[in-house]
DNA sequence: CAGTGAGCGAGCTTCCGCTTGACTT
C-alpha cells in the first residue's frame, strides 16, 4: 500500500511531480473534469433552486473507476488540481465522487511545476474552498442555461441544428459587425508624395534618404500643381533632431499569444499551434501550453540568466517579472517557456522544432535588456511652399533582446520604412534626385484571422486558454463563418514622377482587397447573429461576461450566494426566450430586393433548407415559385436584384462539340461544364459560367482528358489502375483499393487485381 | 460526383471548460 495518494490535472504532469515527490506517494491523473451536468435534457431542476444534475460521462468512466480503486488503497489523498475555479471544482467533484470528506480532505495548489513549489504546497494542505466551487457551479448552470435555452430557439426560428452560447455567439457578431464594417467603408484616395533626396558629406561621399511630404494631396491636379512647385525650388534642411529611446521586449508566451506569434510568423493555425504545443508538452520540453499568465518561476528566471550571460554576455541580461494584464486571468500556471532553458534547440518534427525555437526565444528575450536606439527625424523645407519634407531614421545603438527577438504585428502595409540616416545638419542645402506622387486608397478596417479574433477575444474577457481553439472550430462547423482566401481586385493606380524639372504620369496596377486565410460571415451565421442580436441583446453583449464575471468573483469571495445570482440572471433571460418563441414575426432573414422587370413578381433571396436561395413569386400570390442557389461569396446583405435574377439563367446551353450538347451549370460543388453525361469543374476564379464560351469549354473538355490518360497507369475495362495523390491504386466499381506495399506495377494483371479487392474487403469485415 | 425549396411530424440537434487519446480517410 501507497501511503499518499496524489491526484492532478494532467498525466504529464502527474509524471513530473512523482519525480519529485519519491516514494511514499502516487501520483495520478484526473483528466480534467470527471464529472458534468447531465448530458440529455437541461441537467437543472431550476425550481429546486437550480439544482445540477452531475453524472459521470461515459467516456470518463473508466479513469474514475480506476481513481476510486487507487484512492481505496491509499491512506491519505490529497487533491492537487490547478489553483482556479474549475480546478476547485475538480478537487470537489472527486472528493464526491471517492466518497472524501470534504472537510478533511486534503488540497494542495502549486502554479508552477518545480521541486520547491510542490515540497511546499505539501507542507501547508488547506481544504476545499466552496465558495471558488460554487463560483463555477455558477459559471458552469449558466453557461448551460443559455447554451440549451437559446439554441432551440433557433431551431424553431431559423434551422435545426444550429448553436448560441455565451462565448461563440460574440465570437460570430464581432465578425459579422466587421464584415458590415468593411462593406459600408467607403474608400478614399490621395496623393502620398514621396521624395528622394541625395546628401553630400564633407568627404563628398553621397547617400539617398526618403522624405515624406506632410501634406496629401486629393486630386490629380493639386498633386500636380505641387510637383511643379517642387521642381522649381531649392530645399534647405531646416532642422535635425536626435532622439534617443528604449525598447522593451514583451512578456513570455500566453495561450492567446503564442497563437497569434505562431500564426504571424510561422503561419500556424490556432488548433494547429496548440496540437504542436501539446507534443512538446508531453515531451517534456514546454511548460503547459493553456495558460493565461505571464509569470515564470523563479528557477525559468536564474536559469535563463546563466543562458543569457553565457551566450551573449551579462550586460544582455536583464531579469524581469511579468503582471498578467489580460481580464479575468486565473494564473493557475506558469507562462509558455522551455522546461529546460539551455536547450535552445530540440529533436522533433519541423514544426516542433519551429514552435520550440519561437517559444524558446521569446523567454530568453523576455530576460534581456532594453534595446537602445536612436532615433533621427530630418524637416526638409522648401523655398516656394509651406509643406516639409520629413524623413526619420533609426538607428540600434544596443541591440539588446532584439538580438534574439522581435515581435510581428498584425498591419500588414510594410510603410512606415525606416532607414539610416547620415550625418547632416541644420541649413544644409540638399537636392531632390525624384519625387513622386503616388495615389494612395484608404483601406477599410482589417478581417479577423483566427489568431487576431483570439486576441479580440481575450481582451473582451471572454473563453479560456482551452477554449480558444475550440471556440473557432465550433463557428465554422456550424457553417456561422468560413476561413478564406480571396484574390482580391485589380485596382488601377495613377501616379505622377518628378526628374530632372520634368513631369511624367504613369499609371499601375495593384491588387486591393486580396485577404489570406480571413474569417469571412456566412449568410447564415449573419441572419443567426441579427436574430440574437434583436432578441437577447444581453447575451450577445460585448461585456456581458466581463459583468456575470464580476458576480462569479463575488460568490468566490462569499459575497453572494451563488443560487441567488443564478436566480437574478434567469428571471428576465428566460422571459426573452419565451417572448422570442412567441414572435409571430415568420420572414426572418428574408431580403426583398424588388419585382422581376417582366413579370413583376417579388424577388427575394433568404437562407432555404439548403443553404441561401433566391426567390422568384411567393406562394400566397400563386403561380409557379422558382428558386436558384446563390453562388459561393454572395451575401444577402449586399445580392442586387440584377444578380439575383442572374441565377435563374442556369443551366445553359452553350452550343454543341462532337455532336452532343455543351450545358453549363451549377452544381454541389460549383460552376461545372456537362458534356456527354459527364462534368467538368470551371477554373476557380477564372471561369464564369455565365460568360464562358463554348472555345473554354471544349479547352477544359480536352485539358480533364488529358489528365485523366496521365492517372490510367493499367486498364482492364472494369478494373483500372491509376495515379492519385497518394500513388497508384486500384479502382473498380467507384471503390478504391490500395496497392500492397512494394508492388510491381508494370507486371501487375486482372488478376492480382482482384486477389487485392478480394483481401481488402476481408479486412475490412 | 454536379438535384434538392409541398406538408406532416417522429426524434434529434445545443452550452463552456477541464483534460487526452482512439479512431478512420
Redesign the pocket.
Known sequence: MIENLVIV?????AKTIEKYLGKDYHVV??????R??A?????ISIENNFLPDYEIPK?KSKVVSELKKSANEAGDVWLAS?E????EA?AWHLAAVLGLDIDKTKRIVFHEITKEAITEAIKSPRTINMNLVNSQQA??IL??????????VL??KVQ????????????VRLIVEREREIISFGSESAFRVTALFTITDEKGEATVIKAEASKRFPTDEEAMKFLELCGATEYIIESVTVKPGTRSPSPPFTTSTLQQEAYRKLGFSVAQT?AVA?KL??AGKIT?M?TDSTNLSKLAIGKSKEVIAAEYGEKYSKSRQFKTKSKGA?E??EAIRPTYPDNSSITGTQNEKKLYDLIWKRTMASQMADAEVEKTTIIVKMGNSPVTFNATGEVIKFDGFLKVYSESTDNEGGDDEKSIIPQVSKGMPINYKSISAVQRFTTPPPRYTEASLVKKLEELG??????YA??IS?IQ??GYVLREDRPGEKREIRMYNLEKGKITPTNKTEMAGKEKSKLFPQNIGMVVNDFLVKNFPVIVDFHF?AEVEEQFDEIALGNIEWTKMLKGFYGPFHETVDKALENRDSKIGVRVLGNHPQTGEVVMVK???????AQIGN?EEGGT?R???LNANQLIETITLEEALKLFSL?RNIGEFEESDVVV????????V?HSNK????KKGVDDPFSIDLERAKQLITEKRESEKMKLMKDFDDIKVQNGRYGPYVTKD?K?YRLPKGCDIEKLTKEDCLVIIEKSSKT?K
Open positions: 490535472e494532467s498525466p504529464a504532469k491523473s484526473s483528466f480534467g473534469h470527471i458534468d451536468l448530458k440529455k435534457n437541461l441537467g467516456e490547478d482556479d475555479r474549475e480546478g475538480i459559471r458552469r453557461d448551460r442555461l443559455v447554451g440549451f435555452e437559446v439554441s432551440p431551431w424553431k435545426p441544428a444550429l448553436s448560441a452560447g455565451r462565448v461563440q455567439s460574440v465570437a496548440m501539446q508538452y508531453e503547459y493553456r486565473q493557475a500556471h471572454i473563453g479560456r486558454p482551452s477554449t475550440p471556440t465550433t462547423n456550424r461576461t437562407v432555404g433548407r439548403y443553404g441561401p436561395v406562394k415559385v428558386f436558384a442557389s443551366p451549370g451549377t452544381g454541389k460543388f460549383g460552376p461545372y456537362r462534368f467538368y469543374s470551371l467507384k478504391n475490412k
